[in-house]
């Protein structure tokens, strides 16, 4: 049985007070290049400013709508794509000093939206879960990747040697499962894993997903459009727009109040079950700006209801809220010495 | 033992073993069912056999000529195809022609198809200044013409057969490795290339599980497409004399040599082009069959 050895999350270096994962001030900007000479033009703020941090066994949920930077951040975080600039401390270790990304890539693992894609079609699905196993030297991997097939629920007697085209949605996207636990991460970053199925697989998917927490002690960061989703396995809520932070708060926290203007939008476009309960508020109106040419001062302010003249100037801080410290939000109206005529009252209702 | 019951008439077990079926034999069952592929197959391969052993099927010396028994037309009797212009009978030339025809039409686009196959998919894969620096250079010999660049490179090397592969297989690595880099920098924006490398796996590690997989069988297909043009190129670089030179019997230099005697003999010297015609169509024939043998994706 020293194959269940290998299931063992790594060593656990700082504790359990220690977060599994802190990111500080992490950027990244596409350069757009054009001309006659393919100079850079402009720069597109995909990440900017983003900071973080995930506690050992908790679920933190990022929302945002498209092009937010949900995605970029987590191929930021796995090292897939380079950062411009920022720290990622994984369990007391900052990438590049004492952690090496080969290492990193041990401890975080992804499993992304796309279950068909992210399956190379000439594989079998037994080569494709074994892979990363046997790229970090583990013991028999094979085995390992069939085990790892039962445990997500895929027989590896009828699947292992099937081709990924020959998988429903939902199967592909438990080999994908599979393969990111077979490296025994401790940290496992779920982009929009479960968007592309289809509502009772995607349930199937989510129970799956917290059992295997609860089973390896994995921490997972949880990316997605869908609140309801998000609400259902997170422990705490990262809301970005625009390639920033702007709030951050515990599930029922947020659920009780949402403290960023956006935030609140993006709540009340939420369909609502109940035909007594339909939503008030106004929706929010236009695109997103352009992530190229940011509005200065604070991203939102072009869309929100209660700009001020501050709002176009000051970048607003993320910061606790006055009576709920855990609730951290990036508005101006918050916060009392912003300059803005109602600032310290919270968003009018 | 249930489980190794292959005939599959009762389901009583609840998880039977699949047969893997891999993906080569998937794309011989689907060659197997196309007939014209598989005509233009066979005679590729007898032409090849035929050639490989001429020696054991019984024919007439082709470098032994008699001053006598010159430019017979077809169906002379102890010569079947005839004797060319310095009577050597052309039946054992056309099949011992087929060695240094063969080989020097083949040989050059295998010898591109690795070289243009590493230069492509690392420039695809890499990208950056290395697939600049890779690419420009490529871009710089399809300024010329491959046939001028053939006979420029033959003609500065010198005549004879080595010179003559060297040249054509510098012809055709620029186009290979277009089509490499190409497929491979589309597979590379691919998110299973993403999940590789986030499993912490180095370049030459996933280029070698997850990339050459994908993307050798189109590059495989279009360097089939490039033999018939090879041999053609090969053929005419013996026409032109830089190639192949006499006695070897070559069906390019047969060509040129048997010129003189298109209004004694017409057939006759039309007998080397048409083994080249018939080599050449089947060979990209054979290339197409092959293209949509190996399409898994329908």
């Known amino acids: 049985m020293s194959v269940t050895e290998t299931y063992a999350p790594s060593a656990d270096t700082g504790g359990p007070g220690q977060p599994l994962l802190i990111v500080r001030d992490l950027q990244k900007h596409f350069p757009v290049s054009g001309g006659l000479l393919g100079r850079t033009q402009a720069k597109v703020q995909a990440v900017d400013r983003v900071s973080f941090s995930v506690k050992k066994g908790e679920t933190l949920g990022i929302v945002g709508e498209s092009g937010c930077g949900k995605s970029t951040t987590a191929k930021l975080l796995i090292g897939l794509t380079e950062k411009d600039r920022g720290e990622i401390i994984f369990d007391g270790h900052a990438l590049g000093e004492r952690l090496s990304l080969k290492d990193l890539r041990r401890g975080v693992q992804m499993v992304f939206q796309d279950s068909y894609a992210t399956l190379n079609p000439r594989l079998t699905i037994l080569d494709s879960v074994a892979f990363g196993a046997q790229v970090q030297g583990l013991a028999d991997p094979k085995c390992l990747a069939r085990k790892m097939m039962d445990r997500v629920g895929l027989d590896p007697n009828r699947f292992a040697h099937r081709y990924p085209h020959e998988l429903s949605g939902g199967q592909r996207q438990r080999v994908n499962i599979a393969r990111a636990l077979a490296m025994s991460p401790r940290l496992v970053v779920l982009d929009e894993a479960v968007s592309a199925l289809d509502k009772s697989v995607e349930a199937q998917v989510l129970n799956l997903l917290g059992d295997l927490r609860a089973e390896f002690g994995l921490t997972y960061i949880f990316i997605s459009h869908d609140l309801n989703v998000v609400r259902f396995i997170s422990d705490r809520i990262l809301v970005m727009y625009l390639g920033e932070v702007v709030e951050v708060a515990p599930v029922d926290s947020i659920w009780a109040e949402q403290a960023h203007p956006y935030t609140r939008s993006l709540f009340s476009a939420m369909p609502s079950m109940d035909p007594d309960d339909r939503t008030k508020e106004p929706p929010l109106v236009g695109d997103p700006p352009n992530p190229i040419n940011p509005p200065k001062g604070c991203r939102f302010h072009t869309r929100c209801r209660f700009a001020a003249e501050a709002c176009k100037t000051k970048v607003p801080k993320l910061a606790g809220l006055s009576g709920n410290a855990d609730h951290l939000v990036a508005c101006h109206l918050h916060d009392a010495a912003s300059g803005h005529p109602k600032a310290g009252q919270g968003v009018p209702a | ?298």
């Not at chain 2, 080989?103 to 290395?130: D, K, Q, R």
């Not at chain 2, 500065?156 to 690595?173: D, K, M, P, Q, R």
């Not at chain 2, 190409?182 to 030459?204: E, H, Q």
């Not at chain 2, 013996?238 to 209004?263: C, D, H, K, Q």
């Open chain 2, 1 to 298: 033992m249930a489980l190794t019951d292959t005939t599959g008439g009762q389901a009583v077990e609840p998880a039977p073993i699949e047969k893997p079926q891999g993906y080569w034999s998937g794309v011989g069952a689907r060659l197997v069912r196309d007939p014209l592929t598989m005509i233009c197959a066979g005679v590729v391969l007898a032409l090849i056999l035929a050639a490989v052993f001429a020696p054991l099927l019984g024919l007439a010396d082709p470098y032994k000529g008699s001053m006598i028994a010159r430019l017979k037309p077809l169906g002379t009797e102890g010569h079947i195809l005839g004797t060319d212009e310095q009577g050597r009978d052309m039946l054992a030339r056309l099949i011992y022609g087929g060695r240094l025809t063969l080989f020097i039409g083949l040989m050059p686009v295998v010898l591109a198809f690795f070289i243009g196959s590493a230069l492509g998919i690392t420039a695809g894969y890499v990208g950056g200044l290395t697939n600049t620096i890779i690419m420009r250079t490529v871009d710089v010999f399809f300024a010329f013409p491959s046939v001028l660049l053939a006979i420029a490179i033959s003609g500065a090397l010198g005549a004879g057969i080595v010179n003559s592969l060297v040249s054509l297989t510098i012809v055709f690595i620029p186009p290979i490795t277009r089509v490499a880099e190409a497929v491979t920098s589309g597979v590379r924006a691919l998110d299973y290339i993403d999940a590789a490398r986030a499993t912490g796996a180095n370049a030459w590690t996933v280029i070698r599980v997850h990339v050459i997989g994908n993307v050798l069988s189109p590059i495989f297909v279009y360097a089939t497409s490039l033999t018939s043009v090879c041999m053609i190129l090969a053929a005419g670089l013996s026409f032109l004399g830089i190639g192949v030179r006499p006695p070897e019997p070559e069906w390019g230099l047969m060509l040129n040599t048997l010129r003189s005697a298109i209004y004694v003999n017409p057939w006759l010297s039309a007998l080397p082009g048409v083994m080249i015609f018939i080599t050449s169509l089947c060979l990209n024939l054979l290339s197409d069959g092959l293209r949509s043998a190996m399409n898994v994706r329908d």
